[in-house]
Each structure stands twice: as structure tokens, then as C-alpha cells.
């Protein structure tokens, strides 16, 4: 299963304390505590694993590690190791108390998203004229902690988008060579999966249903992902009842969801022709011709009819 929203507690590591020591070589005198080290940061790592976040399901605390202390001699304390978590990219973190959010575009960005405390400095540091023996250090400061919420939002050239059971992952399927769950039932697909066609990355995004932009179905969990594809692949089933209203149902949650994704360039791919005859297939891509020119038909039984959809419409969309 994908797990594609979590939250985690983070705590970046105590800066080490500073000390108060002095020469003990005879003849020499003055001070010679060391600083302590800086504590480790919580970083975070955009990876290609889309299931990166899986880990967090149970693991939900990270801590870097603490600074060492300072040692004899001016010795630095050791800085604290960071604490590294890898998230995919097209993540979306969010520091729930400061608000500032990092957005994980690309694979190997790192986004210090806690940062550990300073080193407290020992008396070493305190020296002078004046005041040749300090006895006085610092201890070290506690690093910053605070709660996570990861969001994966995919980023794919291509979106499918559709009611449930539209034909969805057997397109993918059919493009990339992908294992996406076919059967003729609603939500057959409960995660969004990827392909690759050439250069393109196509995602099949899990079947919206009326009421999905308020949550209902499968709701904003899949929606979501459609944020970040460039060009949207919309199926309509030749088969239903009123191809046009479903056409309609999607385009309205898309909207009440995010009126940006109305903006997106999109092609009606009218899915299973073969269930119909020729004629009533054209009447079908007439109708929808007038809510988008660009509406194609599409039968995975008919090369020809795969040939043309690679050809019109893949081949036109630019990869990132």
C-alpha cells in the first residue's frame, strides 16, 4: 500500500557543553576548556521511491544526534550526526509550527528542516587581559523540535483521470508495461500508480466519484495528485449511460477541488469503442467535441486505434 501522508515528530540534536579546564603543565597557566560541538540537524531528502514513506507508519519519532562536549587542550566537541529522512519527490513538507513549507522537487535536494543548537563554549573562550583564569562555560543549546506533515503529491507528465472503471490502469497497462489491478468494479485502483512511455511518466490516478472534492469515495486523497501533472487524460466510458454528464461530474470536482487544474491542457479519451457500434461512437465524440475539441475514441481491442492515440496525442506532450 502507498503511504502518501504521514506526520512525524522531529528533534534535532542538544549542542555539547563547554568546559572549564586549565593547563596543568607546570610554568603554564591559563585557561584551556574547549567548546562543545554543534547538535545534529533533521534533514530532509528528496528520493525516487515512491515508497519511501512507508517506514513512518510505525516510526513517527526522529532525533539527530546530540553535540559532544568540549575536552581538554581547546579541544571541540564532536558536531552531532544529522538526522536524514528520505521522502519521494513531489513531496510537500510542512513544519506544523512555524508553517513553513518545503517542497521536494527533485531527487537529492535537502532541506534542513530542524536545525541542532550550538555548542557552548568553554572557559577557553573567555580569556583576556583582564581575566586571564575564567572559570565560567556554557552549556549547550537544545535544538529545534517540532511536528512533521508529509503530503506526496506526484509529479508525472501525464494524469488519467475518469469515473471508477473507465479503463484507467488498463491504458497505463497497456502504454508501459505497468501491473496496475483490472476488474469491473468500482475503486478496482487504490493507489495511484506510474508508468513510463518513452520520456513521459504517466499516473493512474485512482476513479473520482461525485462529491470527491468534499471528500466523499476516495476524496482528497488521490485528487491531490493530480496538482502536479502537466496534461490530463480524461476517459470517458462509451458505454455509460450519459458519457457528457460524466465528462461534466469530473470536470466539476476537479474545479470545486482546485480551480487550477480546469487550466491544464486536456484530452477526452473516449475508452472500450468496442462496446459500441462505429456510429454510435461518433455520436459520442460529438457530443464531447463541444465541451473539448480535443476528444478522441479508443478501443485497447483495435491496434489501430492505439496507434492513433500514441501518435495525436503522445507524441505532442513534451516530457519535463
Same mark, same amino acid.
Given at each position: 500500500?502507498? *503511504?502518501?501522508?504521514?506526520?512525524?515528530?522531529?528533534?534535532?540534536?542538544?549542542?555539547?557543553?563547554?568546559?572549564?579546564?586549565?593547563?596543568?603543565?607546570?610554568?603554564?597557566?591559563?585557561?584551556?576548556?574547549?567548546?562543545?560541538?554543534?547538535?545534529?540537524?533533521?534533514?530532509?531528502?528528496?528520493?525516487?521511491?515512491?515508497?519511501?514513506?512507508?517506514?513512518?507508519?510505525?516510526?513517527?519519532?526522529?532525533?539527530?544526534?546530540?553535540?559532544?562536549?568540549?575536552?581538554?587542550?581547546?579541544?571541540?566537541? !564532536?558536531?552531532?550526526?544529522? !538526522?536524514?529522512?528520505?521522502?519521494?519527490?513531489?513531496?510537500?513538507?510542512?513544519?506544523?509550527?512555524?508553517?513553513?513549507?518545503?517542497?521536494?522537487?527533485?531527487?537529492?535536494?535537502?532541506?534542513?528542516?530542524?536545525?541542532?543548537?550550538?555548542?557552548?563554549?568553554?572557559?577557553?573562550?573567555?580569556?583576556?587581559?583582564?581575566?586571564?583564569?575564567?572559570?565560567?562555560?556554557?552549556?549547550?543549546?537544545?535544538?529545534?523540535?517540532?511536528?512533521?506533515?508529509?503530503?506526496?503529491?506526484? %509529479?508525472?507528465?501525464?494524469?488519467?483521470?475518469?469515473?471508477?472503471?473507465?479503463?484507467?490502469?488498463?491504458?497505463?497497462?497497456?502504454?508501459?508495461?505497468?501491473?496496475?489491478?483490472?476488474?469491473?468494479?468500482?475503486?478496482?485502483?487504490?493507489?495511484?500508480?506510474?508508468?513510463?512511455?518513452?520520456?513521459?511518466?504517466?499516473?493512474?490516478?485512482?476513479?473520482?466519484?461525485?462529491?470527491?472534492?468534499?471528500?466523499?469515495?476516495?476524496?482528497?486523497?488521490?485528487?491531490?495528485?493530480?496538482?502536479?501533472?502537466?496534461?490530463?487524460?480524461?476517459?470517458? !466510458?462509451?458505454?455509460?449511460?450519459?458519457?457528457?454528464?460524466?465528462?461534466?461530474?469530473?470536470?466539476?470536482?476537479?474545479?470545486?477541488?482546485?480551480?487550477?487544474?480546469?487550466?491544464?491542457?486536456?484530452?477526452?479519451? *473516449?475508452?472500450?469503442?468496442? @462496446?459500441?457500434?462505429?456510429?454510435?461512437?461518433?455520436?459520442?465524440?460529438?457530443?464531447?467535441?463541444? @465541451?473539448?475539441?480535443?476528444?478522441?475514441?479508443?478501443?485497447?481491442?483495435?491496434?489501430?486505434?492505439?496507434?492513433?492515440?500514441?501518435?495525436?496525442?503522445?507524441?505532442? %506532450?513534451?516530457?519535463?
Amino acid at each position: 500500500m502507498l *503511504v502518501d501522508d504521514v506526520k512525524i515528530d522531529v528533534k534535532a540534536g542538544r549542542g555539547g557543553n563547554g568546559i572549564v579546564c586549565f593547563a596543568r603543565t607546570m610554568m603554564t597557566l591559563g585557561p584551556t576548556g574547549g567548546d562543545g560541538g554543534r547538535g545534529g540537524n533533521v534533514v530532509v531528502r528528496g528520493v525516487s521511491d515512491l515508497g519511501a514513506l512507508h517506514t513512518f507508519r510505525t516510526k513517527k519519532n526522529i532525533t539527530a544526534d546530540n553535540g559532544g562536549d568540549g575536552g581538554q587542550n581547546t579541544q571541540h566537541g !564532536a558536531d552531532g550526526k544529522d !538526522a536524514v529522512i528520505d521522502v519521494p519527490v513531489g513531496s510537500v513538507v510542512k513544519d506544523l509550527k512555524s508553517g513553513k513549507v518545503y517542497d521536494i522537487t527533485h531527487s537529492g535536494q535537502e532541506e534542513i528542516v530542524a536545525r541542532g543548537g550550538n555548542g557552548g563554549f568553554g572557559n577557553f573562550h573567555f580569556r583576556s587581559s583582564r581575566h586571564t583564569s575564567p572559570d565560567r562555560a556554557n552549556a549547550g543549546q537544545p535544538g529545534y523540535e517540532t511536528q512533521l506533515h508529509i503530503q506526496l503529491k506526484m %509529479i508525472a507528465d501525464v494524469g488519467l483521470v475518469g469515473l471508477p472503471n473507465v479503463g484507467k490502469s488498463s491504458l497505463l497497462n497497456e502504454l508501459t508495461n505497468a501491473s496496475s489491478k483490472v476488474a469491473n468494479y468500482q475503486f478496482t485502483t487504490l493507489e495511484p500508480h506510474l508508468g513510463v512511455y518513452y520520456s513521459l511518466i504517466i499516473a493512474d490516478i485512482p476513479g473520482l466519484i461525485k462529491g470527491a472534492s468534499r471528500g466523499k469515495g476516495l476524496g482528497h486523497k488521490f485528487l491531490r495528485h493530480i496538482e502536479r501533472t502537466r496534461v490530463l487524460l480524461h476517459l470517458v !466510458a462509451a458505454d455509460s449511460d450519459d458519457p457528457v454528464s460524466d465528462y461534466k461530474t469530473i470536470r466539476e470536482e476537479l474545479g470545486a477541488y482546485n480551480a487550477s487544474l480546469l487550466t491544464k491542457p486536456e484530452w477526452v479519451i *473516449v475508452s472500450r469503442a468496442d @462496446e459500441r457500434t462505429p456510429e454510435e461512437v461518433a455520436h459520442i465524440v460529438a457530443l464531447l467535441k463541444k @465541451e473539448n475539441p480535443h476528444t478522441v475514441a479508443l478501443s485497447l481491442l483495435d491496434d489501430e486505434s492505439i496507434a492513433r492515440l500514441k501518435k495525436d496525442v503522445l507524441t505532442k %506532450i513534451e516530457p519535463r
